[in-house]
């Protein structure tokens, strides 16, 4: 099987894509927009379009064209709706074409206008299938009548459980320190809900003036130095550690250091990065939007809150702070639950499964 993914080069989904295709035995072509900084496998064949985002989600159909007529795949899939599926659709005239939703594409783009919405249910209703990464995902399709006469396929983002996984020579550190380390890795945007975390985290330290707590959040965005600010305002910037970014191959070192990860986004499509710590055995405490209710199970792999409930947030960050076999307990839990429904290599048979389907069609 020949497949092209037309994608972000740049970005990590779509080298872990590549990658876990390619060593499926499956022929991968990447052609992209943005520049290579991620670290293809030596099989997988990276294209670079000659025009750059966003004009070139226009300007490059001839160009992708003329490589898709070369290379000659047996389907082109398109990753994220608004950009790289408007070029898959305007250009792709030889193989079946599959457009992968990542999530704001479906969740935001639609609903700034009317206009937006239409412009996405021509994209979508031009495609010969649907990827989407959750079942919330597909039912935020629906709610919004788009491409609803085009088939819809489950293929959820996979963890490398072999890279995310309990690593017991940090662990065993963790066990010798009397301090409770919570701790977060996602981009610093008002999405996400850090500054929830922040004042619940605040209001955890009053409540419990007996405890140790420290607080690490990692990650890059536009809020980074208004979060900074809050840390100080709230007084609790001497226990609040900024990381900054951290390399994906280099979360899973991040994540043995903690002892509860957190997420508290106001929107998500699918939580990647929950599975991710759970995968390293970490208890999780999440908001109850959508798309991490789908992949955490309350009081088995984690805990679940209200979203933007800071006082809900709190209680369960105390729940959890005060008991250690509990964390042990939903850490072992969500490891298993990983291991079972999302493993990477589980999520790679999906999706050949799909490609396969959609090429029988």
């Not at 990447?30 to 000659?50: E, G, K, R, Y």
């Not at 495609?127 to 009548?145: D, G, K, P, V, W």
């Not at 109850?288 to 409930?309: F, H, Q």
Request: hydrophobic share 40%; charged share 20%.
């Amino acid at each position: 099987m020949k497949i092209v993914l037309l994608s972000a080069a740049n970005n990590v989904h779509t080298v872990k894509w590549a990658n876990g295709l390619a060593r499926s035995g499956v022929h991968v072509h990447v052609i992209s927009l943005h520049a290579v900084t991620q670290d293809f496998d030596p099989s997988v064949t990276v294209h670079q379009l000659p025009f750059k985002a966003p004009l070139g989600y226009l300007l490059n159909v001839l160009a992708l064209r003329k490589l898709l007529k070369e290379i000659g795949p047996d389907l082109l899939n398109a990753h994220y709706a608004t950009g790289y599926g408007l070029l898959s659709v305007l250009a792709c005239q030889y193989c079946p074409n599959v457009i992968s939703l990542w999530g704001s594409d479906v969740y935001l783009f639609p609903k700034k206008s009317g206009v937006h919405s239409w412009v996405l249910n021509q994209i979508l209703s031009r495609a010969n299938a649907i990827f989407s990464t959750s079942y919330c995902m597909q039912n935020e399709l629906n709610e919004q009548r788009l491409a609803k006469d085009v088939p819809v396929y489950i293929t959820p983002f996979g963890v490398n459980t072999d890279l995310f996984k309990p690593l017991p020579d940090i662990r065993r550190e963790n066990g010798q320190r009397s301090k409770v380390v919570i701790g977060t890795v996602k981009s610093l945007k008002h999405i996400y809900g850090i500054d929830v975390l922040l004042h619940a985290f605040e209001r955890l330290v009053k409540q419990t003036p007996e405890c140790d707590f420290e607080l690490q959040i990692y990650g890059e965005g536009v809020e980074a130095d208004s979060l900074t600010e809050l840390a100080a305002q709230l007084g609790i910037n001497n226990q609040v550690v900024f990381g900054g970014f951290v390399p994906n191959t280099e979360v899973p070192q991040i994540l043995n250091q903690l002892d509860l990860y957190v997420a508290l986004s106001r929107s998500e499509s699918f939580g990647v990065a929950v599975l991710e710590a759970s995968s390293c055995e970490l208890p999780v405490l999440v908001s109850n939007a959508d798309g991490l209710c789908e992949v955490v199970s309350n009081r088995s792999t984690g805990l679940i809150v209200p979203i933007d409930d800071v006082t809900s947030t709190t209680a369960a960050l105390k729940e959890l702070a005060m008991d250690p076999s509990k964390r042990r307990l939903y850490g072992l839990k969500g490891r298993k639950n990983v291991v079972e429904k999302y493993s990477e290599t589980a999520c790679i048979e999906t999706m050949i499964a799909a490609y396969k389907q959609v090429i029988e069609r």
